[in-house]
């Protein structure tokens, strides 16, 4: 499966805002601990490891990009 990177969301700023909703009051740890807990938890509804680590691959070079 190719990763698909075209926009597809129907509602991105509902997700935006469910997103930080989730890790209000939440310390620096539990914060971690929550994005890795929906990531696997997505990982597994995608079910492909290589499309996963298509994303990983991308996300990553996105975050190094725009280091300061």
């Known amino acids: 499966m ?4 075209e926009p ?7 997700l935006f805002e469910t997103l930080v909703d989730a890790h209000l009051d939440l310390d620096t740890e539990a914060s971690r601990k929550l ?3 929906i990531v696997l938890l997505l990982a597994n ?3 492909c490891v290589e499309t996963v ?8 070079s996105i975050v190094v990009a725009r280091k300061p």
């Not at 680590?53 to 990553?60: F, L």
């Open 2 to 5: 190719t990763l698909m990177t």
């Open 8 to 14: 597809r969301l129907d509602d991105p700023d509902l």
């Open 35 to 37: 994005d890795a807990c």
């Open 45 to 47: 509804h995608i079910g």
């Open 53 to 60: 680590r298509q994303a990983v691959r991308m996300a990553r």
